[in-house]
Nanobody, 124 residues
Framework: VQLQASGGGLVQAGGSLRLSCAGT????????VGWFRQAPGKEREFVAV????????RYKDSVKGRFTISRDNAKNTVYLQMNNLKPEDAAVYYC??????????????????WGQGTLVTVSS
């Protein structure tokens, strides 16, 4: 599986962006896909996850109610809709995928495939 992340950009605080993670391979729709982010000088952190087989989703507490992860199986794409963006959301966002679900979905080490990252900048 190869992942291609896109959709980042510059937005004012309170604005919205939609990130996309396009995956290759016929089995991608069954993969668990997570979004992570890394701000300068900080560790990579979990943002959201969508489990392929059940549709389960989970979010980092600070983005609940503002971010929504979804998938379009026809397009082999997972989206991260980000609303009401805050300056602290600014980071490079990465999508990652794992074929077999792991209960520690927040831990980046369990993901086998990574996209290249897309930069989100939020101006105050």
């Amino acid at each position: 599986v190869q992942l291609q992340a896109s959709g980042g950009g510059l937005v004012q605080a309170g604005g919205s962006l939609r990130l996309s993670c396009a995956g290759t391979g016929r089995t991608f729709n069954g993969y668990t896909v997570g979004w992570f982010r890394q701000a300068p000088g900080k560790e990579r952190e979990f943002v959201a996850v969508a489990r392929g087989s059940t549709g389960m989703t989970r979010y980092k507490d600070s983005v609940k109610g503002r971010f929504t992860i979804s998938r379009d199986n026809a397009k082999n794409t997972v989206y991260l809709q980000m609303n009401n963006l805050k300056p602290e959301d600014a980071a490079v966002y990465y999508c990652a995928a794992r074929q077999v679900y792991n209960v520690q979905y927040w831990d980046a080490k369990w993901y086998d495939h990574w996209g290249q990252g897309t930069l989100v900048t939020v101006s105050s």
